[in-house]
């Protein structure tokens, strides 16, 4: 299993990297491997939108099923990857490089921190996998 280190995880299966207050988001090779070949993104946010952490701030579709997306963190979004609308293959070729999904400006830049390491979210998906 693909886990980087140097990234943060939450129990969704998403990914957050932090460069400063910056925080971009995708999804992991886990959940990429568990929705199989994704057909459609579907990012209902816009630049400049104020996110809540837990809440969706999207959707992603493969030819298994739906599946909601959750900001691992509150903040403004900064910065949307456009390319997805026409390319949502690029997160199963790629989810932690050019899959990526929306950046956000941290509201609190510690609350990334927070979020799971790479051994603790190797254990999330041990325990998920079963």
Request: a negative charge; zero cysteines.
């Amino acid at each position: 299993m693909n886990i980087p280190a140097g990234l943060k995880y939450t129990k969704e299966h998403e990914w957050a990297k932090a460069d400063g207050n910056r925080v971009t988001v995708g999804i992991t090779a886990f959940a990429v491997e568990q929705l199989g070949d994704i057909t459609l993104v579907n990012l209902d946010v816009k630049v400049g939108d104020e996110v809540a952490e837990g809440k969706a701030f999207g959707t992603i579709e493969s030819v298994k099923t739906l599946s909601d997306l959750y900001a691992p963190i509150s903040g403004k979004v900064v910065e949307i990857n456009k390319d997805l609308d026409t390319k949502p293959e690029l997160i199963n070729e790629d989810p932690y490089g050019k899959g990526w999904m929306v950046t956000f400006e941290a509201s609190d830049a510690a609350a990334v921190q927070k979020l799971m390491d790479e051994a603790a979210y190797a254990e999330h998906v041990k325990a998920a996998a079963g």
